[in-house]
């Protein structure tokens, strides 16, 4: 009797087993997303495998299912399995549920019973698929005053396959972008290798006069997207990439989703999250101002930028760039050169603190002169003989900054450029910008070089607008793009000592009244430096200018402009415009 007992008790646990591994099996199979194998284990495999199937194509693979519990009651029985879904960019939305099932005994094996509903909520009311919920209405990216910088548009892409008459095509593209010909979509088209190519995305004004014509033509598509696009077209300024990515972060951010069935009466939600509020973002930008910087350096025919930043808050007012500028990338804000004459800030302002001399001092401004093994020459060698400082500045010697610089401590430069924000990078939302680099000078000869803004010293025009800016304070600002939300230095720098803004300014004042831009003497107050830049050789050279107006701060850089003209009457245009 008792081994009889024994028995049906072996039975019962071998049963329980069997049960268990089947359930177990199933829930390892759905989290592999094997469908085949799932499906085998179920009472109809062959509705069971294309159900999973198609299920696996709409929400994809990355689930993980696990059994919670099951309860055997003789032939039958009933468990639960717990499920997550892994959805969207980097993973980041996750769908939980947990499902009934059960199960029957067939012989000695067990089978699923096949429902759909025991995979997902919804399933065996239709097909499932997921997709995001934007946040309705959608950010906007404003100017300082509130106008619109950023806002969604709907814009068309004009995808052409092998086959289409480029002939056509271009002839409708053209007169929108001139730079789409019959050869150039061929062209596009023969590097495809048979895949069609998108030959322009148009907004909907350009779009609206053609789009008839085009939709006529065989082997061309007309695809609708929506996306972030300056409201003012003309308005192309390196820093809109970086606001795009902000209002992007906060969009995700902001995303709800939905898991829906299909069914016979329409799409049902059976799983998800609504979009959360999303508030504009305010920029620091001024629209005038940016079309005013833009103006001034469209005529220019070498890459050419301006920054303007406002000294009591760190924004940036405008940030502008030149087509021959835009080419090579955001130099306005990461592009890195030889400041030239216009880091004279620095260097008065290091031999100030060094005790070497004052404004008034009266220094030697020769047209050449040999300093520690460098011919250092003035610009067209001008030779001034014995003058006060501030006039050596005004009238931008050579000479005069590299004998200073030769007398300074091998850090004397470095710490002096990171008092006013050279050198020092900052982490702020909306931007990535470079200041500069200047390297301890451990030579006599180097320090000479840095002194007048060549040998290893590089500047960006960011960098040299937070000078001005810093000059402009006393202390080095924040610069920002977005409203509230400052940048963060790599390093605190030493404060600059009081007075020494006020005695560098003096002399940059000078500058427009009576040295090296005087054509900017009619803007009120106009403070100032020029700068000319050598790089490859003694025939290259950078023409820069960075002033103060008021609680305006800025810097313009003209590659390869030859002198400092350029980059002072672009400043000149930009300041009369803009106020």
């Known amino acids: 009797m008792v081994f009889a007992v024994m028995l049906v008790l072996a039975g019962c646990s071998n049963a329980e087993d069997r049960l268990n591994s089947t359930v177990h099996a199933f829930a390892d199979a759905l989290s592999r997303g094997d469908a085949p194998a799932a499906a085998a284990l179920t009472s ?154 998108t030959a322009v995305t148009l907004r909907e004004d350009d779009l609206t006069p053609i789009q008839p014509q085009l939709s006529t033509l065989a082997n061309v598509t007309l695809r609708p997207q929506t996306r972030l696009l300056a409201t003012d077209r003309a ?9 795009s990515d902000l209002w992007q972060q906060r969009m995700d951010a902001a995303d709800g989703w939905a898991v829906t069935a299909q069914t016979d009466a329409g799409t049902k939600r059976v799983g998800g999250q609504d979009a959360k509020p999303v508030g504009d973002i305010a920029s620091t930008l001024d629209i005038g101002m940016q079309r005013a910087a833009e103006h001034a350096l469209a005529p220019l025919p070498t890459p050419a930028a301006l920054v303007a930043i406002q000294p009591s808050t760190g924004n940036l007012l405008a940030v502008a760039q030149n087509t021959p500028a835009d080419q090579q990338g955001a130099i306005a804000l990461t592009g890195l050169y030889p400041p030239g004459s216009t880091f004279k800030t620095v260097t008065v302002s290091a031999a100030l603190q060094a005790g070497q001399v004052t404004p008034d001092s009266v220094v030697a401004c020769p047209g050449t002169e040999n300093i520690e093994g460098r011919q250092i020459p003035n610009d067209n060698n001008f030779d001034l003989g014995q003058v006060p400082l501030h006039t050596a500045f005004a009238k931008s010697c050579n000479t005069t900054m590299g004998r200073l610089a030769v007398d300074l401590p091998a850090d004397g430069l470095t710490k002096a450029a990171a008092q006013l924000g050279l ?48 000059l402009a304070r006393g202390t080095v600002p924040a610069p920002a793009i977005v409203e509230g939300r400052p940048g963060k230095p790599d390093r605190a720098p030493e404060p600059l000592p009081p007075g020494v803004d006020e005695q560098v300014k003096s002399m940059m004042r000078e500058t427009i009244t009576g040295g090296t831009a005087t054509q900017l003497q009619d803007i009120p107050g106009m403070l100032g430096k020029t700068g000319t830049a050598e790089y490859i050789d003694d025939q290259h050279a950078h023409g820069w200018f960075v002033g103060i107006d008021g609680d305006l701060a800025l810097a313009v850089f003209v590659s390869d402009a030859g002198s400092s003209t350029p980059a002072v009457n672009a400043a000149g245009d930009f300041l009369r415009s803009a106020g």
């Open 44 to 197: 109809d495999e062959a509705a069971a495998s294309g159900t999973l199937n198609k299920l696996y194509e709409s929400l994809g693979k990355d689930v993980h299912v696990e059994v919670d519990k099951t309860q055997k009651q003789d032939d039958a029985a009933t468990f639960t399995l717990k499920t997550t879904w892994k959805f969207g960019p980097q993973k980041r939305t996750e769908w939980s549920y947990t499902s009934d099932g059960q199960a029957k005994a067939d012989g000695d094996t067990w089978k699923i019973r096949w429902t759909p509903a025991t995979v997902a909520p919804g399933l065996d009311e239709g097909p499932l698929s997921y997709s995001t919920l934007v946040p309705q209405p959608a950010a906007r990216v404003l100017d300082r005053t509130g106008a619109e910088l950023l806002t969604q548009h709907i814009v068309t892409l004009v995808d052409v396959a092998p086959g289409a008459d480029v002939n056509a095509v271009a002839a409708l593209l053209n007169p929108v972008a001139p730079t789409i010909t019959a050869q150039s979509l061929a062209a596009d088209l023969a590097a495809a290798g048979g895949k069609p190519v």
């Open 235 to 243: 308005l192309t300024s390196p820093t809109l990439s970086g606001l």
């Open 423 to 470: 050198g020092i990078d900052y982490t702020a939302p909306g931007m990535t910008t470079v200041t500069g680099s200047v390297p301890v000078a451990d030579t006599s000869a180097l320090r000479v070089e840095e002194g007048i803004g060549q040998g290893k010293v590089t500047a960006s025009p960011f960098g040299m607008a937070l000078v001005a800016a810093t």
